[in-house]
């Protein structure tokens, strides 16, 4: 059988057959994407663009589903809300994510099912790098200053486009690289020269959209209502919120606290 123009042989179907997992209820999961060995398998015989298809089409899939289920409204008597909380879930905050989260939303949909007020922070890192700026971050950042109580904090990170550039400039990404395998030691380039650092970060296999630096991240707040802004670090955050585990990723962020006034 030819797919894709891939040859899907009998051992194929096994190996496939054998990572497939289903969960009757959650059947829509898409377990051929999300088994844990998928990533790997499919990097191994897809090209690199039929690979970043798949990934993009899953991801928009996994929108999707949380789309058509998500509530209208959800009440909480949490007063904290990390948004895109990936693996990372805290005790006491309201985790947000496409999948296996206390809420799964499309955080891009347009609106939250939060009431007014409802929070008084607000934590985000490395997600709103992932959102078309027009369309997506600001409703969403217009959502967030409407669920935020007056005083109310949000903190965002994400990729530093000036620590990135510069660092291409003035070392062609080698500080970066060193950095990055420094925090994660299995990361790494596939072979390629460290200049394609800047690629990846640009596009990390179509899940990036935009890079920030602080001119354009002040600007996107600001179209969202907010205006109190100040340039932190991540020291900062986890100074006011000691739960967060580190990320350690100062050198190729940016972080930015705006206060709801
Ligand atoms: C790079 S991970 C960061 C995860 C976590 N904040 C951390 O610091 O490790 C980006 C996260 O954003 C989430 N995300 C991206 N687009 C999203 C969307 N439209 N709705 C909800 N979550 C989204 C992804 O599922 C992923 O968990």
Known sequence: MTLLNIQIDKETVTKVTQLVRFRKSEWLHL?????????AFLKGRLSKRQYELARSLNYEFKRWKCRIGAPKQFETDL?????GCG????????????????????IARGSLPFA????????????????TIEDELIPLLQECHRCLRIGGEIWLSTPDMEKVAKSYV???????????????????????????FMNDMFHQELEH???????????????AGFTQLERVDEGKLLE?????????????SIYMKATKS
Request: with cysteine; aromatic share 10%.
């Open 79 to 83: 007063t904290k809300f990390h948004l």
């Open 209 to 223: 959209r935009n890079l920030f630096d602080q001119g354009l991240l002040e600007w996107t707040l600001t179209q």
């Open 116 to 131: 007014d007020g409802q929070f008084e922070a607000i934590v985000s890192q490395h997600v709103i790098e992932h959102l």
């Open 31 to 39: 377990p051929l994407i999300r088994a844990r060995n998928m990533k």
């Open 170 to 196: 003035e070392q062609g990404n080698d500080d970066m690289v060193e950095d990055r395998k420094q925090r994660l030691p299995h990361w790494g380039l596939n072979g390629m020269p460290n200049q394609h």
């Open 240 to 252: 006011c919120y000691p739960a967060f585990p580190p990320r350690n990723d100062d050198y190729q």
């Open 87 to 106: 693996d990372r879930h805290l005790k006491g905050w309201l985790n947000v994510d496409l999948f296996d989260s206390d809420v799964n939303l499309d």
